[in-house]
């Protein structure tokens, strides 16, 4: 029997989520360096436990807009995090990322400014 995976690694995401995973790099490549070295350190399956509680922080955060510096613009970031740990928000970023790449595919598109 052959087969194209190895049994030690289970396979716990679908087909879909290579778009996905694809359209969340060209998204975090749009945003300036700190920002992605943290990003791709935080979303290392491993930084669960910083992952999670950041992302309810930043919900959180989003809700109290009233606040200086706190603002809505906390809540897609909460759910960025959440999305990697928790289905319901994963859908969530799903579809927020087939919207972009529907009515901004620019958004999506290689940086020309490449380093």
Known sequence: MTSNTSPHLPVTRSQGSNDYEEQM??????????????LTWLRKPERKWVRIPAGILFMLGGCMAFLPVLGVWMIPVGILLLSEDIPFFRRL?????????????????ASSDAK
């Open 93 to 109: 970023m799903e579809k927020a990322l087939n919207w972009i790449q529907r009515k901004h595919p620019e958004w999506m598109e």
């Open 25 to 38: 790099q060209a998204l975090i490549r749009k945003l300036p360096e700190w920002m992605q070295k943290t």
